[in-house]
């Protein structure tokens, strides 16, 4: 089975400082991975994916994430934070051919303040 | 492009009425889901599709039916609402299990409030 754990519910930054945000999966064959970010009262938009090519992904915005096999872990960062990076961000592994027909797994999110 | 469109975007509704809410995709996708947000619960699955005339559970179903009558609808209904059902609905689609990678695209969502 899989699951998706993101290891901090709040980060808060100043702008101009790097981000990080940490999440760490648990699967059973080879994942696909995702961040996805929700801007308030907004739907989710994808930010970035890795699909087992290359495990440095960038997406857009300046986000990007390294795949880690050996830590179980994808962790997305942005050398400098902006202020309209203030989000929530969720990590989502996918459920695969098993399960709920290719489902994806929701991590609990991680809001992302940004200091002036 | 209209990608994914939910309605209604807001509703309250009182414990007990139904109520239906539909989700319309313009991309052809063959799969729909519907989530629920919950704060610090992330999103949870409650039924999804992998076809026209087809759904399934998923991880929280109870006190929800879904339809799949047209391909690019899919319409999730409460027969008896419930305080608990409180929540931000979210519709997603994807073309299939084949084609890159597995992206989800998401509607705007629905706010829902039971009292």
């Known amino acids: 089975a899989q699951s998706v754990t993101q290891l901090d519910s709040h980060v808060s930054v100043s702008e101009g400082t790097p981000v990080l945000l940490r999440c760490n999966y648990s699967?059973?064959?080879?994942?696909?991975l995702f961040w996805y970010v929700q801007h308030p009262n907004k739907g989710l938009q994808l930010l970035l994916k890795?699909?087992?090519?290359?495990?440095l992904v960038k997406g857009i915005n300046g986000f990007e994430a390294e795949f880690k096999k050996s830590e179980t872990s994808f962790h997305l960062t942005k050398p400098s934070a902006h202020m309209s990076d203030a989000a929530e961000y969720f990590c989502?592994?996918?459920?695969?051919?098993?399960?709920?027909?290719?489902?994806?797994?929701f991590g609990k999110g991680t809001k992302l303040s940004v200091k002036p | 492009n209209a990608g994914v469109t939910q309605t209604p975007k807001f509703r309250v509704l009182k414990t007990g009425q139904s109520m239906t809410l539909l989700c319309a995709q313009d991309?052809?996708?063959?799969?729909m889901y519907w989530y629920r947000q919950d704060p610090g619960m992330g999103l949870r699955l409650i039924h999804y599709s992998v076809g026209e005339g087809t759904t399934a559970k998923g991880e929280v179903p109870d006190g929800y039916n879904v339809s799949r009558l047209k391909k690019q609808n899919f319409l999730l209904g409460l027969e008896s609402a419930a305080p608990s059902q409180t929540s931000v609905y979210f519709c997603a689609s994807r073309r299939n299990l084949h084609s890159g990678a597995n992206v989800l695209t998401f509607g705007a969502g629905s706010r829902l409030t039971v009292l």
């Open positions: 890795y699909t087992s090519a290359a495990t």
């Open positions: 991309m052809n996708h063959e799969y």
């Open positions: 699967s059973s064959y080879s994942p696909s």
């Open positions: 989502v592994v996918s459920g695969g051919y098993g399960g709920s027909q290719g489902n994806l797994i």
